[in-house]
């Protein structure tokens, strides 16, 4: 194998490292590899945590982060991905990671998997050295289920583990109140208690997957009417967003994670419910969580919620969704 050696300058790229939430999750059965049949529909956000990658000649992997949630051992997901971004482009390099926490962690809006895409992206850069898509692909499905996505950005469609992505076209921006109780919830776990709940109900594999089937037509239906109001008919005057967010409740579009992370979590709950009240027109759990969300039409009654949770002890942002053109505009652009 050649291996060539990084003999220029150090090189410092700084990289955004977007977030994204889940609209809508439907957890399908328990595969033989132990991953759960998902389809699910991401958006990313507008709030990011900033990768700074510095390349400069010598060996090895370092990752700097402040907050002392973040490991910085080799089980860090920037860590396993410059590992396979050196491999795939057989170059010999010292690579440093800094990573500015601004994102939850283990907070359902893919912050972990997203430092790594900009750990790729940035790597990519500072070494001079593209790779192909597939690879890219390839090795973002080998970090994480939800890498994935974020070589894309906007709104993406998930299916298979959540790795098989594919890029939809992008929803209206809405405005999003993002609530982050301090709770770190497992993944892994979250997933446990569903199959354990699964199978107290006692649901066939073949409801399993009509489950699935019954939340794709669900949201076909809500994408496939997206410029008409409620009923269907288009009114003068009605905005875009407003009209596509009741679509979005009428179709009954649910995450399952809440099935199961409510009844421990019921605070979360609670969340959700001062979201509803404050007026989102659509609020759920963002993957397992903790992060709970809510969609508005506009930018006031998301300013007004984000104050009431943060008045009631909930650390809570407002932020805009982000589509897939500023994505890619802004990511490389620090
Ligand atoms: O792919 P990722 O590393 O994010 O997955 C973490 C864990 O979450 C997996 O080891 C598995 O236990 C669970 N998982 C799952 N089904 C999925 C995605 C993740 O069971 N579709």
Redesign the pocket.
Known sequence: MLIAECYSFPMSISVRSYAKINIGLRIGPRRED???E?YTLYQTLALFDVIRVETSRGLGIEIACKDARVPCDETNTCYRMAEKVLRASKIRSKVRINIEKNLPVQGGLGAASSNAVATMLGMERALKKELAPLDRLRLASEV???VPLFLIGGTVLGLG??EQVYPLEDLPNFHCVVATPALGIS??AA?AEWDNTMAASKLTPEQGSARIDSFSHSLFEWLGSKSFSPTGVPRQGWDRAEALLLGLVRTGMENDFESVVFPKYPALREVKRTLEKAGAKFASLSGSGSTVYGLFANRTSAGKASKLLTSQGVRACATVTLQRAEYWKTALSQ
Do not use: M, Q, V, W
């Open positions: 132990g991953f759960h998902l994480g289920s939800d583990r959540g993944t892994p997933f």
